[in-house]
């Protein structure tokens, strides 16, 4: 099996750690020259702020739905990125690290099959110990598992933990997968993709 485990909204859960005081309010994370959007909390999506918009494009937002914004710490993220990933290794087999907030995993599944006890006590340890929220999403493939994980973050019923390869009939989650989000597939192929007639997964 392979599983993805991605940290919500890094940046901002970072910046959470050492001022709780935000938790559950609408947090953004600006790039390096405080000119755009780089990481957003849930809440400050609900408001409509997009990934990479300019900063001065969402000022009066800012000022109006009362959002907090923080200057990017990079020093603070790869320092939280290595103590992750130092704390995913010991449950799974092979670790890969793919992005600063996101690593692949490989990992035999259990003869009952159901690796949800293993996923639960993960999220559990990695909030317990360094106060990080992680989905993870669980497949026969990286490019499955990256759906899993979408599917994941994007249902609060599923606590964070998605099994596509536990699916009798995974057409449905597939369907709901715009082709733009598969792993891999940018604006460009998208474009070409709808052209044909493919604009989800499992087309």
């Not at 057409?171 to 604006?187: A, K, S, Y």
């Not at 007639?197 to 499992?202: E, F, K, P, T, V």
């Amino acid at each position: 099996m392979k599983a993805i485990v991605d940290c919500n909204n890094f940046y901002c859960s970072c910046e959470r750690l050492f001022q709780p005081k935000f938790e559950g309010k609408p947090v953004v994370v600006l790039s390096n020259n405080d000119g755009c959007v780089i990481s957003r909390s849930d809440e400050a999506k609900q408001l409509g702020v997009a990934m990479g918009v300019p900063l001065f494009e969402v000022r009066s937002l800012i000022r109006e739905k009362g959002i907090t914004v923080f200057s990017s710490n990079y020093a603070l993220y790869g320092d939280m990125s290595q103590r992750l990933m130092s704390s995913l290794e010991p449950f799974v087999a092979e670790l890969e690290v793919y992005s600063i907030d996101e690593a692949f995993a490989r990992l035999p599944r259990p003869r009952c099959g159901d690796l949800s006890a293993w996923a639960a006590e993960l999220r559990s340890r990695i909030r317990h110990n360094l106060g990080l929220p992680i989905a993870i999403g669980l497949a026969p493939s990286k490019v499955l598992a990256k759906v899993a994980n979408r599917i994941a973050k994007g249902n609060r019923c599923h606590a964070g933990v998605f099994d596509l390869g536990r699916e009798a009939n995974p057409d449905p989650w597939l369907e709901q997968t715009p082709v733009e989000e598969i792993w891999g597939v940018g604006c460009q192929l998208g474009r070409w993709c709808r052209l044909r007639g493919i604009a989800n997964a499992r087309q």
